[in-house]
């Protein structure tokens, strides 16, 4: 009889009642429900009950057919949960701490196998053997792949981190999206430096975009935020931004979270700026580039896409502490059941949606 490997070995966990799952199943079809009455957990899986999960801009675009996506699919990937069980060796949090039953987590969108040449240089979210959460066909002990679903089945290679049970589900479901993605353009734009007295310039304030602010502005940099909704221009002035429809000077740091402004973003970078790009994560016309211009002016573009599980942790850290200063539990609007996956879907594509809306499986 063949020995099963390591990543092979299953821990058997029986579900009363089952798991369900909500499976979206290409453009222009509603989704359907699918039970998993058990889960096959691997040495070092998880199994995480969903407290909340929140839609992202990505979900949308992937029902929409606005980007491709394997189906049958489970969307989601902005989630908070509580682990209900854990593989026979194990699951240590990304501070190296054992996880145990019944800890309130958070958890990256990746899967990553930790050898490979590009997780060995750090680029642990470009893993030669990526997976992602919300983003994977379903399959065979793999079932339960994304936070639209009572369960989340989490491989061996995800980063997980402990969160609070005082913080509102509100704030940290988005954390393994929007917030670490926001903590990963900032942190590439400092490079290491103090942000005390830097100039900041945000395009967009998207939940990204108002979380770099905040991110930014907390760490005493002087921000200012550009977005044509004079409704959001206002709430990025109590993430510690100042709003504006257009650059009142150059910037040391440009961060473009709209994905619209790229031009834009890399004009408006003072002499040896910055430019983080982290919002052209869809299709969108080519963006015409002068070298000679990006040369003389000693700029740096860098791109940003996902984060590592240090970053995680960051970005979940600073909702814990400081980031509390700040209104992150307001960007939910409205809660759907789980059984409402297509209603709250079109809640979020609605003109003058809130930036988040959430499904509550419970």
């Known amino acids: ?45 998880a199994l995480v009950a969903v407290e909340l999960s929140t839609i992202c801009g990505s979900d949308v675009h992937t029902v929409a057919g606005h980007r491709s996506a394997p189906a049958p699919l489970v969307l989601g990937h902005e989630s908070v949960g509580r682990i209900i069980a854990l593989g026979e060796h194990g699951v240590k949090s990304v501070d190296g701490v054992e996880l145990r039953l019944g800890d309130r987590v958070v958890w990256s969108v990746t899967v990553s196998c ?87 310039l945000v395009y967009g304030a998207g939940l990204v975009g108002l979380s770099a602010v905040a991110i930014a502005a907390d760490a005493g940099a002087q921000v200012t935020v550009i977005d044509p909704s004079a409704q959001r221009r206002a709430f990025a002035e109590r993430f510690g ?29 003072d002499v040896g700026g910055t430019v983080v790009l982290v919002g052209s994560v869809f299709p969108a016309d080519r963006v015409p580039f002068d070298a000679e211009d990006a040369v003389r002016r000693l700029l740096t573009i860098a791109g940003v896409h996902n984060y590592t599980g240090r970053e995680l942790a960051a970005a979940a850290g600073f909702l814990t502490g400081t980031g509390r200063a700040y209104p992150f539990a307001e960007v939910v609007g409205e809660v759907f059941a789980l059984a ?6 079109a809640a979020a594509s609605a003109p003058g949606a809130p930036l988040r809306v959430a499904i509550n499986p419970r």
């Not at 409402?340 to 879907?345: F, K, Q």
């Open 114 to 200: 930790g050898e490979c040449d590009r997780c060995t240089a750090g680029f642990t979210q470009k893993c030669r053997t990526l997976a992602k959460y919300g983003h994977e066909r379903i399959g065979p002990r793999w079932e339960l792949t994304g936070g639209f679903a009572s369960h989340v089945h989490l491989r061996a290679g995800t980063a997980i981190v402990r969160v609070p049970e005082a913080l509102p589900s509100a704030v940290l479901a988005p954390a393994s999206c929007a917030t670490a993605t926001a903590w990963a353009a900032v942190s590439r734009g400092a490079a290491g430096r103090p942000l005390e007295g830097v100039r900041v």
């Open 340 to 345: 409402e996956v297509d209603e709250a879907i």
């Open 1 to 45: 009889m063949r020995v099963l490997a390591p990543h092979e070995a299953r821990y058997d966990v029986n579900l009363r009642p089952a798991a369900t799952a909500r499976v979206w199943l290409g453009a222009g079809q509603e989704h359907e429900t699918v039970a998993v009455p058990g889960v096959a957990l691997g040495y070092n899986d």
């Open 241 to 269: 931004g100042t709003a504006a429809t257009a650059p009142m000077a150059p910037a040391d740091i440009v961060i473009e979270a709209s994905g619209h402004a790229v031009a834009d973003a890399i004009a408006a970078a």
